[in-house]
């Protein structure tokens, strides 16, 4: 998903360079926001599947900060382009293709499969190969403590089906999402 959000934010940023009307513009800025919009969500949640638990929290924030800092620099350049004798719309917006490509080569060469999806197709050597890579050291406990997750969802997903948690919507208008939180409580702490 990194890598297809990446290929229309680049193609975006692409179409928007050699736009030549208002329509083809602003299929450009969809595909655009399409690909930010899928970064913006998907990366917080890559970095929280391989972030250590201690550096998690600051990590997730990286995303927000640089973006908050592109989007300002990226006022600094349109302000500075729009004094020139004559500014190029065009070049403006296709100066977007540039972070987009970095996005993509990063995405394509250097983002291993995430190790938590890795566990969840049952490909625990992989897994622990790239929590081995990203952490750089031998022991990585989260790959054991995936094990009883991985039993916790399998426990969770067979009593829904044997009707041991009900999740009614009558239930979840009535008394809100307490009911829901109660039912992982107790799961939790069998």
Known sequence: MLII??????SGGLVMLWSPNVYILLLGRLLDGFGIGLAVTLVPVYISE??????????NTLPQFMGSGGMFLSYCMVFGMSLMESPNWRVMLGVLSIPSLLYFIFTIFFLPESPWWLVSKGRMLEAKQVLQRLRGREDVAEIRRSDSNQQFQLTFASRIQRSELTFSSEALTRCGWRMVWENVFLLLNE
């Open 50 to 59: 391989t972030s250590p638990p201690d550096i998690r929290g600051s990590l």
């Open 5 to 10: 959000s990446s290929v229309l934010y680049f």
